[in-house]
């Protein structure tokens, strides 16, 4: 059974309302310089069908977030969860933002991890994991303090079966 030696808490600014986790190595990032909405989510989809990446909608306009990576959940309640495939091969994976999955799909010589995020690294042993990713807030709570709180919860467990394929970026409704 897989598990942490110790706790991992990151801290990620959002200012478009999408985080990920990306495998860095696989992930095929670059769309073209001038790509539009529907060829970028096209490719978060069939990344994410290669589990190569997971991408989620956190709220309108993004926020600073914390990210508990955990291998059990905890007892608090989340508002939304979900669980999504993703395979590490080069043993690690990273926390993102759509402003550098953006940079990434506009310039070749852009990378994931970015040079500013590239602290935020997921330490793992190569193979399937599934992740279950738990919002810990209502986004449509205008009165939400983020600060000094976890806003997610990211349970890894090893798995050798894939989820099913998925259709859109989870919690996107556009």
Same mark, same amino acid.
Request: net charge negative.
């Given at each position: ?47 994410? #069908?290669? &589990?190569? %990446?997971?991408?989620? !909608? ?7 977030? +914390?990210?508990?990576?955990? $291998? ?24 993102? #933002?759509? &402003?550098? %999955?953006?940079?990434? !799909? ?7 991890? +970015?040079?500013?995020?590239? $602290? ?26 983020? &600060? ?27």
């Amino acid at each position: 059974m897989f598990s942490f030696k110790k706790s991992l808490k990151l801290k990620i600014t959002d200012d478009s309302g999408f985080l990920a986790i990306a495998n860095s190595e696989k992930y095929n990032a670059f769309v073209g310089e001038n790509w539009e909405l529907d060829e970028l989510v096209s490719r978060f989809v069939e990344e994410m #069908n290669k &589990e190569n %990446l997971i991408i989620w !909608a956190t709220t309108m306009g993004g926020g600073e977030w +914390s990210a508990a990576i955990l $291998d059990k959940a905890t007892n608090k309640k989340a508002f939304r969860e979900f669980n999504k495939s993703i395979v590490v091969t080069n043993g690690q994976l990273c926390l993102t #933002n759509y &402003e550098d %999955l953006t940079m990434a !799909a506009a310039y070749t010589n852009e990378k994931i991890p +970015s040079k500013h995020n590239s $602290d935020l690294i997921i330490p793992l042993s190569n193979g399937r994991y599934v992740f279950r990713i738990r919002q810990m807030f209502d986004p449509e709570d205008y009165d939400y303090e983020a &600060e000094g709180k976890i806003n997610f919860e990211i349970v890894i467990k090893q798995n050798d079966a894939p989820t099913q394929s998925i259709e859109n970026i989870f919690w996107w409704n556009e």
